[in-house]
Nanobody
Framework: QVQVVESGGGLVQPGGSLKLSCVVS????????ISWFRQAPGKEREFVAG????????KYQDSVKGRFTISRDSAKNTVSLQMSSLKPEDTAVYYC??????????????????WGQGTQVTVSS
């Protein structure tokens, strides 16, 4: 059984920063990719950022490029999402998900087999 747990969400003012963390534990292959998705009220869940199994390749949604940074610490089975210059439109529930795909960073949800419960990020003054 694999567990994926996110943490770090909260309320932040526009222009502020927040760091999300994702820990993968349990019986898992050491080679897996991790991505962050988000779902805003009334909208479909969307890909935000991901890092591949090697840790060498990252991918970002255009709207977060230059503002968000994803990184992984394989020794700690942890992936972080540093979010800066946050905007109200970044408000959403953020989900961390794992994929065993070895194909770079996959943006399709169907490639991810383990998901966290989500953490709320609210950007508001």
């Amino acid at each position: 059984q694999v567990q994926v747990v996110e943490s770090g969400g909260g309320l932040v003012q526009p222009g502020g920063s927040l760091k999300l963390s994702c820990v993968v534990s349990g019986r898992t292959s050491p080679s897996y990719g991790i991505s962050w998705f988000r779902q805003a009220p009334g909208k479909e869940r969307e890909f935000v950022a991901g890092v591949d199994w090697s840790g060498r390749t990252t991918k970002y949604q255009d709207s977060v490029k230059g503002r968000f940074t994803i990184s992984r610490d394989s020794a700690k089975n942890t992936v972080s999402l540093q979010m800066s210059s946050l905007k109200p439109e970044d408000t959403a529930v953020y989900y961390c998900a794992r994929t065993l795909s070895r194909v770079a960073v996959v943006v399709s949800e169907s490639a991810y087999d383990a998901w966290g419960q989500g953490t709320q990020v609210t950007v508001s003054s």
